[in-house]
């Protein structure tokens, strides 16, 4: 049975598969360094390791991020450990509960595909695309 961790940033609702979900911590201690690159808005500290927090606005072109979301949600990528800021936790479901549409990998689009849940449209997060693609503009 797969599973799917939902949460909210701007307005938007983002799917994480839960094999990729690492924990989301409330209230994050975010720390806004000089000369981040694009699509970084802030890094956080765990375990004596920076892990950056990505801005969604950067890759879909939609959604705003506070300084100081309520949530920071952790996820494991072929890279290492980002952060991507939240407003809102919406919990876990399976994906039996909804309808999860995923789509044909023909492109580099950080979307996998989209879960209906509850009268919510949920874009599924491809995080080591979107990773990919942040390393990509740091060179």
Request: proline fraction near 6%.
């Amino acid at each position: 049975m797969n599973r799917l961790g939902l949460f909210q940033v701007a307005g938007l609702y983002y799917a994480l598969p839960l094999p990729r979900l690492m924990r989301i911590d409330q209230n994050p201690r975010c720390f806004a360094l000089p000369k981040l690159p694009q699509g970084v808005v802030a890094v956080l500290v765990e375990n004596a390791s920076l892990v950056p927090m990505l801005d969604l606005q950067t890759f879909l072109e939609t959604a705003t991020v506070q300084a100081q979301p309520e949530y920071a949600v952790f996820a494991a990528t072929e890279f290492g450990a980002i952060a991507l800021p939240a407003e809102e936790t919406c919990g876990i479901v399976a994906e039996q509960k909804g309808r999860a549409n995923y789509l044909a990998r023909v492109d580099a689009s950080i979307q996998a595909g989209e879960f209906e849940y509850q009268q919510n449209r949920f874009i599924i997060l491809d995080i080591d695309i979107l990773t990919m693609r942040l390393t990509q503009a740091c060179q």
